[in-house]
């Protein structure tokens, strides 16, 4: 089981970026996924998460209307588009995958069994 996050990158303020998830060696299908991050000196945080159908979906408030969360099933991957980025967005970004199947999307970390690699992004004029 393994999942890999990619897409990150240096973007200005008010740009966007697009950050993907991958899964090898399981079906993302029957699992919610969440995005999580974390800035330097700060403690991981819940970002947004999706349920196993992508029918439910959700986020932490500072970046409700900026970002968006969505998966194709069929290429097994989930999305992260961020919009509008700040420099408070700047964090190792990380995906993970939910310990039980077909639940709706949940913000505690230790709901999350599987962890991707993480991808750096940082958000400076």
């Known amino acids: 089981v393994q999942l890999q996050a990619s897409g990150g990158g240096l973007v200005r303020p008010g740009g966007s970026l697009r950050l993907s998830c991958t899964a090898s060696g399981f079906a993302l299908n029957n699992y919610a996924i969440g995005w999580f991050r974390q800035a330097p000196g700060k403690e991981r945080e819940f970002v947004a998460g999706?349920?196993?159908?992508?029918?439910?979906?959700a986020y932490t408030e500072s970046v409700k209307g900026r970002f968006t969360i969505s998966r194709d099933n069929a290429k097994n991957t989930v999305y992260l588009q961020m919009n509008m980025l700040k420099p408070e967005d700047t964090a190792v970004y990380y995906c993970a995958r939910d310990r039980l199947v077909q639940r709706r999307p949940t913000s505690n970390l230790t709901d999350y069994g599987y962890w991707g690699q993480g991808t750096l992004v940082t958000v400076s004029s």
């Open positions: 999706i349920s196993w159908s992508g029918a439910s979906t």
